[in-house]
């Protein structure tokens, strides 16, 4: 049997709340590191627009202390 997307996410969808952390740890692994997260995309380009904007620290001028 072959599953489809859809499948899977019925499956989830039934997954006890508490095994859901455990679920989305063991499915991270099958996603390639190359290949950036909608979440990551996001922060990207909210760092262009700041890059942009003029909105960014110089490394030197921040107190690492």
Do not use: C
């Amino acid at each position: 049997m072959n599953a489809s997307r859809q499948q899977l996410h019925k499956i989830i969808d039934v997954v006890d709340p508490e095994e859901i952390d455990f679920l989305y740890h063991l499915l991270i692994k099958f996603i390639p590191e190359d290949i950036a997260m909608s979440d990551e995309i996001e922060a990207i380009r909210i760092g262009r627009e700041e890059l942009r904007r003029g909105e960014t620290v110089k490394h030197d001028e921040i107190d690492w202390n």
